[in-house]
Nanobody, 122 residues
Framework: VQLQASGGGLVQAGGSLRLSCAASGVTLDSYAIGWFRQATGKEREGVSCISSSGGSTYYADSVKGRFTISRDNATSTVYLQMNSLKPEDTAAYYC????????????????WGEGTQVTVSS
């Protein structure tokens, strides 16, 4: 299973980005998918998670009301729509898959993708 995160970039505070997590080698419809981020010098943190069916979602308090996770199982793609971005959202963002659910910090997730950098300028 290979996951690839994309869609990162440089954006001004208040702007928006949409991250995508695409899979190859397997369809994602059997996996919960999580988005995690790690800023320089900080520990990795869980941002959002969506169940395999899309019926359950989780958001970290820091992103609630600003980020929306969704998935399209037909194309094996999971999205993270990020609105009202803040400088503190600056980090490398990673997607990961698990057959059950997401863990808080990503420890134990089954598969990981390469990250995509998000930089929010003030």
């Amino acid at each position: 299973v290979q996951l690839q995160a994309s869609g990162g970039g440089l954006v001004q505070a208040g702007g928006s980005l949409r991250l995508s997590c695409a899979a190859s080698g397997v369809t994602l419809d059997s996996y919960a998918i999580g988005w995690f981020r790690q800023a320089t010098g900080k520990e990795r943190e869980g941002v959002s998670c969506i169940s395999s069916s899309g019926g359950s979602t989780y958001y970290a308090d820091s992103v609630k009301g600003r980020f929306t996770i969704s998935r399209d199982n037909a194309t094996s793609t999971v999205y993270l729509q990020m609105n009202s971005l803040k400088p503190e959202d600056t980090a490398a963002y990673y997607c990961a898959a698990d057959s059950l659910w997401c863990t808080t910090s990503g420890v134990g997730m089954d598969y990981w993708g390469e990250g995509t950098q998000v930089t929010v300028s003030s």
